[in-house]
């Protein structure tokens, strides 16, 4: 099973697993907790999947909103696991259908991780 993004969340503010990319080299153990997360984004289906979560109104969508990314069924579903497997989703089943949704907390964890820093 892949190791879930280490996230946490303090006074309302993300901290990512590991510093911002640009601040220094990751250690192995870094390394080790953020890869499982890239891994899962670097399949382009994948990609498509998560980026059609995020940006779907409310920020949830059904699976069958975001199925058309040109593959069957059961592999969207077998991508949609490997993104929750990784820690970049979380889903809900609501009676036949199971939304999925890009945690806030997962978006800004991300974006602190890859940000690079501002100039003095």
Known sequence: MAKRVELSVVESQVTPCCPPLTERPFTAE?????????????????????SAIASHQAGEACVCDISDVGVS?????????????????????RGTWIYYRVEPSVLAAMGQLLTSPSAP
């Open 30 to 50: 870094e390394a080790e907790r953020s890869a499982p997360m890239f891994k899962a984004l670097g399949d382009p289906v994948r990609l498509r999947l998560f």
């Open 73 to 93: 069924q059961p592999t969207v579903s077998h991508h949609l696991k490997k993104l929750k497997e990784a820690g970049l989703l979380t889903s809900e089943r």
